[in-house]
């Protein structure tokens, strides 16, 4: 195929791919294929030409989103200061689990995990379970390096953090409220979290001063 016949197919993919993630957030999973055949300008044979099944779908729509948030980028082969690569990790995490996207798309899984489970599953693996395993082996490389001595799980350490970083305007998103918090706020609390953990975890002043 030509790069020009590539350019071509990646651009329907992306073009299915944004219609399918507007419409699972705005109508949930029991949206029809032919529904986002019209809503991406293409054939429903196209849409199955890049994609076999809604589940596959819906689960590269997952997958996309955390890209485009910036949390796919390779922490392992990050070399700055494990506080500084943390913290805005931490900012950027946050800020996808406030994006409305992400949002309507955790309340849609919810609301249908009864009569769509395998919904739920798909969300479940390549969301939290996929940020728990690749957070977990970059602070398995702080472990082995020594900056975290007094850890002995690195699963349980990384869904700690995790949480932690959720704070009160995810957890008031949760309900559908605004918690209110700026930006100046909300990049505190973000990187006092993170102090907090990485201190518990043995990581020293002296490393936080860059010595």
């Known amino acids: 195929m030509s790069v020009q016949g590539t350019d071509r197919k990646e651009q329907k993919r992306q073009q299915i791919l944004r219609a399918a993630s507007e419409l699972f957030c ?19 044979q196209t849409v199955y030409a ?35 690569v943390l ?18 798309t955790f309340q849609n899984t919810v609301r249908q995990s009864d009569s769509h489970p395998e919904l739920a599953k798909i969300f479940l693996e390549q969301g939290p379970k996929r940020n728990v395993s690749q957070l977990g082996r970059y602070l398995q490389k702080l472990v082995t390096q020594g900056d975290m001595p007094f850890c002995d799980d690195v699963e349980s350490a990384a869904m700690q ?10 957890y008031w998103g949760f309900f559908g409220f605004d918690a209110n918090e700026d930006e100046v706020t909300r990049r505190t609390y973000i990187d006092r979290s993170i102090d907090v953990f990485l201190r ?12």
Not at 26 to 44: E, F, L, R, T, W
Not at 161 to 166: E, K, N, P, T, V
Request: aromatic fraction near 10%; glycine fraction near 10%; include cysteine.
């Open 50 to 84: 890049h994609f076999s099944n809604k589940d596959q779908l819906f689960e590269t729509c997952i997958i996309e989103k955390c890209k485009n948030s910036g949390l796919d980028w390779d922490l392992e082969q990050d070399d700055r200061p494990p506080h500084v």
């Open 26 to 44: 705005q109508q949930g999973y029991g949206i029809s294929m032919d529904a986002i055949a019209q809503h991406a300008n293409v054939s429903k």
């Open 161 to 170: 953090m995790l949480l932690m970083l959720h704070g009160r305007p995810v």
């Open 87 to 104: 913290r805005e990790y931490g900012w950027l995490f946050q800020s996808m689990l406030l994006g409305r996207e992400a949002r309507s």
């Open 200 to 211: 518990g975890y043995g990581y020293t002043e002296a490393k936080f001063n860059g010595a």
